[in-house]
């Protein structure tokens, strides 16, 4: 009897995306094979999918050996040992599609975020009252900062180079501010200008799914290599990314109309063998590559401004979604915007 497969799937939630078409791909071409995917990074963008939502299992879950691993073939795809991804072949989507479905690479449908109605609400109750506070109508949501970075007294270093330095990060948002509406996706405390006129939005939302509705709402997103660009991608979003030490063929969208991808490590970059080994020549090579001169940082202010269009006054309103549909007070949410 042939047995079902168990995929275990880990790491941070720009992975769990990017794995998403490969699944799709897999539930399409082999019906008799009633799979699961166990999530040890967490579940939350396989939720509402309508194919994957119910096959997917956090590793906590009740009776999960029992009742749905005994029987079953366990996989650990692991697309970072993939040939054709270490070699600049493909994407990280495609690494995972030839893990998990063994046909080399190919084109792959995009993978796809279903929010539902209190996601929504809850994402357009916190835009609307920044919105309200800022003054402006358009909205850039920035995630400067990967997961591999730590935060120091005055400083956010991130080892690997795949984030905005504090400084390049500090320069772009006070240039943006004055024009539109910025969320920062970040849990470190930053410091901005500090004008009365012109402010910066620093939420604290635990919540990743809030933040991709916010990334829906918004206008424009500008990142680094984190899950932000991978959440514009699933969501159909205009995006501006800016990488350095990671190859835009592994892990963004060089071929999409909808991203402006600024490639500061072009250069001089050199491969850094994530998951393969635990050398860290490479990283120390790449040390400085995401420090962007004057041009670069100007470069990227026109491409977020040419995506969003002229600055728009905002005229305040106190309309809010009904708050039944959300599970606090919409008066709660300025306290929790760090506007």
């Given amino acids: 009897m042939l047995r079902s497969t168990a995929f275990f799937i880990n790491g941070g939630a720009g992975r769990v995306i990017c794995s998403i078409p490969a699944f799709v791909k897999f539930a399409e071409e082999n019906p008799e094979n009633d799979f699961i995917i166990v999530c040890e990074g967490g579940m939350d963008f396989y939720k509402g999918h309508p194919i994957l939502h119910k096959r997917a299992y956090d590793v906590w879950h009740k009776g999960l050996f029992e009742n749905y691993l005994k029987n079953r073939n366990c996989i650990s795809p692991e697309p970072y040992r993939v040939w054709e991804y270490y070699n600049q072949k493909c994407s990280l989507a495609q690494a995972f599609d030839i893990e998990i479905n063994n046909k080399g690479i190919r084109d792959l449908p995009d993978p796809k975020i279903y929010h539902n109605k209190h996601e929504i609400v809850e994402a357009h109750n916190i835009v609307e009252e920044i919105k309200n506070t800022t003054g402006l109508e358009k909205v850039l949501v920035v995630q400067p900062f990967g997961r591999t970075s730590m935060n120091h007294p005055e400083f956010v270093i ?21 024009e539109y509406s910025v969320i920062v996706m970040t849990e470190f405390p930053l410091t901005f200008d500090k004008d009365s006129e012109h402010k ?8 990743l799914r809030i933040w991709s509705a916010i990334i829906e709402i918004a206008d424009h997103f500008l990142g680094c290599d984190s899950m932000g660009q991978h959440i514009a991608k699933a969501l159909n979003k205009t995006a501006t990314v800016i990488l350095g030490s990671t190859y835009p063929i592994n ?19 050199v491969y850094s063998p994530i998951r393969l080994t635990s050398e860290e020549e490479q990283d120390r090579l790449n040390d400085e590559i995401m420090e962007m001169t004057d041009k670069q940082l100007n470069e990227v202010i026109d491409i977020v401004k040419k995506r969003l269009g002229p600055k728009v006054e905002r005229k305040k309103t106190t309309q809010k979604v009904d708050s039944n549909q959300v599970d606090c007070h919409p008066t709660t949410i300025l306290n929790r915007s760090g506007v």
Wanted: aromatic letters at 6%; a negative charge; hydrophobic letters at 30%.
């Fill in 200 to 207: 910066v939005a620093i939420p604290q939302i635990p919540n």
């Fill in 158 to 178: 991130d080892g690997t180079s795949r984030s905005f330095t504090l400084n390049d990060t500090i320069q772009m948002v006070n240039k943006l501010k004055k």
């Fill in 251 to 269: 892990i963004s969208y060089p071929t999409d109309q909808n991203f402006n991808i600024i490639d500061v490590g072009e250069e001089s970059r």
